[in-house]
């Protein structure tokens, strides 16, 4: 299987900073890399796919770029909104696999 | 708008089988898309357990091969995850969901507790 590695596990960061989060992939999974954002008692929202693309409706404040196998989520402005459990998903290959996960809390 | 409700007991004794239904609405599972069962276990880890696509066929992770059945209702417009023999470390919640590659749409989720 395909292993994600997902850094950091948390993080806290203030109203306004700019956050980015990381997914190391084993092997080459080209752009087939999914962002998510999940709250508390709710199912995970579909951020970023295609490991660059912005979903529909998702604000511009979010992006996501690759540098070989790694894959970062950045969110610019940071908002009370923004806070949340962040996954990453490759989707090269079955079985699909998912990182472990960011909290992402604000101060 | 497509929309996936998870539904089925919130309690397994281990040993037992799971048995959990996702009913859509707004769409037909047999137009399109690939429909999944993924997992959150406690601690936030993430797990795909495999799918039934829209002409039926199934893919299964291979940890969950032996113990896992994914089956549809076309004219109930629902899909099915049976697991099998299930023990404590398959307490999670459970998300029907769907998408191809990246999962554009999910249930709410149930959770589910294997206990005796």
């Known amino acids: 299987d395909i292993q994600m590695t997902q850094s950091p596990s948390s993080m806290s960061a203030s109203l306004g900073d700019t956050v980015t989060i990381n997914c190391l992939a084993s092997q080459d999974i080209g752009n087939y890399l999914s962002w998510y954002q999940q709250k508390p008692g709710k199912s995970p929202k579909l951020m970023i796919y295609g490991a660059t693309n912005l979903e529909d409706g998702v604000p511009s404040r979010f992006s996501g770029s690759r540098s070989g196998s790694d894959y970062s989520l950045t969110i610019n402005s940071l908002g009370y909104d923004d806070e949340g459990i962040y996954h990453c998903h490759q989707y090269y290959e079955y079985p699909d696999t998912f990182g472990a996960g960011t909290k992402l809390e604000l101060k | 708008e497509i929309q996936l409700q998870e539904s089925g007991p919130g309690l397994v004794k281990p040993s037992q089988s799971l048995s959990l239904t996702c009913s859509v609405t707004g769409y037909t599972i047999t137009s399109g898309y690939d429909w999944s069962w993924i997992r959150k276990f406690p601690g936030n880890k993430m797990e795909w357990m495999g799918y039934i696509s829209n002409s039926g066929s199934t893919n299964y992770n291979p940890s969950l091969k032996i113990r896992i059945s994914i089956t549809r209702d076309t004219s109930k417009n629902q899909f099915f995850l049976q697991l099998n023999s299930v023990t404590t470390e398959d307490t999670a919640t459970y998300y029907c969901?769907?998408?191809?590659?990246?999962?554009?749409?999910w249930g709410q989720g149930t959770l589910v507790t294997v206990s005796s």
């Open positions: 969901a769907s998408g191809m590659g990246p999962v554009a749409y």
